[in-house]
């Protein structure tokens, strides 16, 4: 990476970039022989909540906000499914038709649909009863149609179920989320079937780029169609928070061995963000039905905490980060978005800037970042576009 100055302007100007450029390269070649002892910022903190992991961020900026025991492996329940759903986006038509049999039926005492042997449903259709009602009828009928993709016949519905989740490891890798594995596509408890809060998010975070995810996990109620039902397959969604409009969208799970699991996202004014909570806890009530909404609770006061632990500065705005947009201008650069920058209300007073630039390039191409740190660690980074194309001589 380079800093560079224009040679075709104004001597006033050109004096003034190459005094930058000097200033700018001595502390360039210094932060260079220095980078591998750069630290990240540490997230804060979560407050008390009840759940055994928790983990916050904001996917848009990609700062970190809260984590405790974000990396420890537990049991996700139904978040699961969002492994599920990206790999059958991925693998499988979403109009395709898919016959519903009686090996993708499930006990009572499980989230289901309620489909019918003997049905038809579209892929779409059935990833909506995976992912509003956390249906795992639904969820074993599309692992055992992609599955089967995989498998030259004959073929029983299990081994076609077992080959979709060998797919989500492999999914799982392939996105970084390093402390999951699978051992069912539903996320009932089995043995050594874990996700970290981190890899959540990291899932998530890919899922909600997802136009036909991101609009299902986002639907507070909908009617499936079907052809052996005429009034269909009513479905409400298990989350809370976006029943009462608090989220934009997410994930709910609960199981004996997992506790409360929730996923969620919500705006924070321009910017996403994404919190997860694993191991709420669940009680009982007095007539022995299963009370799992203190992983509602958590997240409310995440959120919470969200609000009041940082400040959200746009740093395009002149004097909201001292110089900044004069050095931007000097450069013949801009931020690429108005994404806004999450700051510790705590250490607003201590953020401090990096500029990096690449050789100049095509206007609105990418040329380099801007680097936030508070103190001497590095909070997150906002990429750089070119304002237009310097002449040199």
Known sequence: MHFRVNCARSWPILAFRALLLCILLVSFTFNVAAAAE?????PL???STTAKAVYVTDATSGTELFARDADTPLPPA???KLVAALVVVERAKIDDKVEIVQEDLVDSEESQVGLVAGDMLTVHDLLIGMLVPSG???TLALARHVGAQTLSEPFTPAQAVAAFVSLMNDKAKDLGATASHFANPTGIDADGHVMSARDVATVAEVALQDPVIAEIISTPSAVIPSEKRPEGYGVTTTNLLLQEGVVQGGKTGSTPKAGGCLVTAFTMEKNEVITVVLGSDISESADGAQVNSARFDDTRTLIEAVRSDYLWMN??????????????AVWDVAFTTGDLLPVPAASASQ???RVILSPPGNPQSEVGEVEFYVGDRLLSGLPTFQLETPSST
Request: hydrophobic fraction near 40%; glycine fraction near 6%.
């Open 351 to 353: 953020i401090h800037y």
């Open 78 to 80: 139904s978040l699961t």
């Open 38 to 42: 750069i630290a990240r910022f540490e």
């Open 136 to 138: 795992n009828d639904a």
């Open 45 to 47: 903190d979560p407050p």
């Open 315 to 328: 740093p395009a705005e002149p004097g909201v980060i001292a110089g900044l947009t004069d050095e931007l």
